[in-house]
């Protein structure tokens, strides 16, 4: 039997992929057009192990013709349109965000499968302000919906979808809210400004970061294909869709983290936030599943400074300066 990840050869796909072959699972990807990330993640010989099939997720006929070709058994569904491009293309993102849901739901119906994981988002429950009247500092798994953007709206919409297949249809479907995913590879979505708060210091270039006085959730990308391949294992939780947690802290910390190791980095931080209410109380996930992330801020941080600066090949900059706190 074999996992079938949706969007596969993408940013969060592909170091999923990578988990999921070091765990002994069979990996086929599906995305209309392969992303190169996945080149770059993967060895070699890694990447010859992974069934790359070209095909939509929004047409039933290609989805089972990979899940029927390579004998899958199981789905984690993370191919998506993102925001701001959600916003911008509205016709394109219900098609992607919410008929590729109920493809891969379809699927899951038709052909029996075990298991459904897939990628909601922190973007459901709007912004802190609409959360105010609660005076709680963690918004609870039950929280309500109150989207700002195209792509909120899909993925609250999404969740509701999944109930009614649970409830109808018995189906296995799993979801997890995200929250600011970075690491290697990532150019697009919110999390892409870690590029200017990052790469461009491990670069020796100036930054100019936008939404400097907000505080958001640093989720490392290796702890969110460990999430994932951790809930495509498990058997059928009392939870249809859990909150994630990984590590709150300010946008100004990152980057103060980020001078420690590079000294001569120029950071200029824009005033603004999100407008996400990033604070998520993970404590059913704790319950029914026990994850713990591995990776603090500064560990992904300091992660993906030496990625970039092995990629780029710059010998010529100042060498990393040892920095043990909080690095664990």
């Known amino acids: 039997m074999a996992v079938l990840i949706t969007g596969g050869t993408g940013f969060i796909g592909a170091y999923l992929a990578r988990r999921l072959l070091k765990g002994g699972q069979r990996v086929v990807t599906l ?8 080149n770059e993640v993967l060895t070699p010989a890694e990447l010859a192990e ?14 089972a013709h990979a899940i029927r070709a390579h004998d899958v058994d199981r789905v984690i569904h993370l191919a998506s349109l993102l925001h701001p491009a959600a916003d911008e293309d509205p016709p394109l993102a219900v098609a992607v965000n919410v008929q590729g849901q109920l493809t891969i739901l ?15 988002s922190v973007v459901v429950f709007g912004p ?3 959360h105010a009247e609660r005076s709680l500092p963690n918004l609870p798994n039950d929280a309500p919906h109150h989207p700002v953007s195209v792509y909120g709206a899909t993925k609250s919409f999404d969740e509701f979808l999944t109930a009614h297949y649970i409830k109808t249809w018995n189906v296995d479907a799993l979801g997890v809210r995200l929250t600011l995913v970075y690491g290697p590879g990532r150019v697009r979505g919110a999390s892409a400004f870690v590029n200017e708060l990052v790469l461009k210091p491990a670069l020796g270039q100036p930054a100019q ?10 989720a490392y990308v290796e702890d969110v294909a460990d999430l994932l391949a951790t809930c495509v294992a498990v058997p059928k939780m009392e939870s249809a869709v859990f909150n994630t947690r990984f590590d709150i802290r300010s946008i100004r910390d990152a980057g103060a983290y980020v001078q420690t190791l590079l000294p ?3 950071i200029t931080y824009l005033p603004g936030e999100f407008g996400i209410a990033w604070e998520l109380d993970d ?5 029914e599943i026990g994850f ?30 040892l920095n043990p706190t909080n690095e664990a």
């Open 31 to 38: 995305d209309p057009r392969p992303s190169n990330v996945i």
């Open 50 to 63: 992974v069934r790359i099939v070209a095909g939509d997720v929004t047409s039933l006929r290609d989805v």
């Open 106 to 120: 379809e699927a899951a119906r038709l052909f029996d499968l075990k298991k459904i994981v897939w990628a909601s």
């Open 128 to 130: 802190r302000s609409a």
């Open 209 to 218: 970061v936008p939404n400097g006085d907000d505080v958001v959730d640093w």
């Open 264 to 266: 001569d980095a120029e």
């Open 283 to 287: 404590s059913a996930l704790q319950a």
């Open 292 to 321: 713990q992330p591995t990776y603090s801020m500064e560990r992904g941080i300091r992660a993906l400074i030496e990625q970039t600066r092995r990629d780029a090949g710059l010998a010529g900059l100042p060498p990393l300066m």
